[in-house]
């Protein structure tokens, strides 16, 4: 598994790719990998490959949840800073390295082999070591830069002499206005000397004495990454490109070792000629490339556009007679600015892996404005910042444009997503009803929001795939989707109370201020011991007031010593298992496993 993931993360490494390429190709790597933040609605291709990677995250999660998390974590972290790094200009070399390490996914690469051996440093050995865990990463980076830098320049110039190149050689020759050779002969003298740091701050510290036997081997590991980090980089096949062998002496001492590079390359042969030929071509072209204003090199407008009197033309009769569509398009962008603020915002990503072709946004912006919410994922909430009118009319819109996109595919897409919507719309106004007037529902009528409220999205999308689907027509998933349903629901209520994220989000028990009769809160209503006190704390919102934070905790303390939100806890386990086991049928009934699927289940699972 820790090889697969290897060879996976850093498949792209061998292509010259732009800096667009690069990063979409680095996005692509990683996008499945926890279903955080916003997916991209994508082909049957984007699905498969999420498939994939959710299958990797699964399965090493099953192995070691915890080690299995910070691994994903920092392969998610990895890919975020490939694409950051290009487009920054350093000033030193140490503020290169901060990012650099991670880039080259120098903390990756020793959680994938703290996962592989089953070992780990407790939180006071990793403070002690991080130092020198430090200053190996240092000289991991600045080796892969020496040997890799013939093929960073000829991405470079393959793809216009355009952005950054993200190396230690680039950077000196920039920040001393020297050439490369003389450039890679200070960088050698950089690397020894942050070898040398490395090998002495180790040194230091086990001269101390009561080493743990954890810390000694995390030692050995840095030593063993170290070596092989400069063997694989000087004799790999993808770092091979003509240059100028500046270990001789190494290579003859270890000959069988490094008689030719690791992997085979039969394209070696052609790297030197093909940047001799990209010189050639600027040369007959008069430089077919053009400068920036910001002095960088980029390559010449091709585009093919139409004769200027047509384009007259065509502007002339716009303008004469404009078509309502043509001025109403023009203010769309601006319009729908408070759909961009909200998309950009932290998710949980779950309805939107679900339902990717869904304007989910809207019921989002619609819900915080109704329940008075003033956070949104630790952000202010989007009518906040835009405006309570702005926000409705630009929620209103993606509903709309929702069933104009029904509407493309057949017009029982069109009835499925109304009848879901006024399902939503109702079980959203149950829960407003019972909060504005403090009625308190019995635990059949809490499901029975929960169906419409939250359990509508899921039920739209397993109608909407029944009804337009090429393969499974037969599959029933609605049980699936209304026990998903009914677990998120009952899981954020319980999690809003008790766990330590939503009081980052949104506040200390944002329920309570809110007045929401969360499925806690009814259970805590139904002891006479507590209901009296509770009643009283819900009344002090109605004037549009604020519930103290102090206030806040005595309710909270009178639902959990009633009983209500274990009570709750054992719903969520009961749901959990029950989602489970409802997807498990379901991939015996297919003959095939759903990992994207089992994925969620993981990132949601409450223990």
Sequence with gaps: MTSYMVEYAYIHDDENKNQSQLSETSRELSEGLSLEGDLKHGTMAHVKRRELQARMAVKVMDIDKEKG??????????????????????????????????????PWTMSLLSFAMDFILTEDQTSMTAAIESAAYDAWVLVNDYFSWEKELLNFEMNGKVGEIASSVYLFMKWYAIDAKESKRRLRAEIQAREQKYCRMKRDFLARGDVPKDVETWFELLDKVTAGNFAWSMTTARYDMCAEDAYPGLRAKHRDGFDGPISHNPNNGVIAEELEANKRREASNGRSTAQAPNGQLTPPDSGISLPLACQVESRKAEALFPRRNSLLSAYEEAILEPSKYIESLPSKGIRNSAIDALEICSSLMLDDIQDDSQMRRGF??????????????????????????????????????????????????????????????????????????????????????????????DLDLSMLMQLT???????DDYLNLEGAEYYDQKGFADDIGEGKLSLPLIYALESKHYRDRLLSILQQRKPNKDVPNMVRKVALDSIKDSGGLQRTHDVVMQLQDAVAKERTELEKRTGMDNWILRLVEKRLEVE
């Design 69 to 106: 998390r910070e691994t994903l974590r920092l392969w998610k972290e990895m890919s975020e800073v490939f694409v950051q790094i290009r487009d920054l200009e350093f000033q030193s070399l140490d503020h290169y390295l901060r990012l650099r390490v991670i880039d080259a996914g120098c």
């Design 380 to 473: 202010p909430a989007t009518h906040a910042i835009f405006g309570a009118p702005q926000t409705i009319n630009t929620a209103n819109l993606l509903m709309v444009k929702a069933i104009k996109s029904a509407e493309s595919l057949s017009p029982v897409a069109v009835t499925i997503l109304i009848n879901r919507l006024i399902d939503g719309h109702m079980g959203q106004g149950m829960d407003l009803r019972w909060s504005h007037h403090t009625l308190i529902p019995d635990k059949d009528e809490y499901f029975a929001m929960v169906d419409g409220k939250t359990g509508a999205l899921f039920m739209l999308l397993a109608e909407l795939m029944r009804s337009e689907g090429t393969i499974n027509k």
């Design 485 to 491: 349903g009914r677990f998120f629901q009952v899981r």
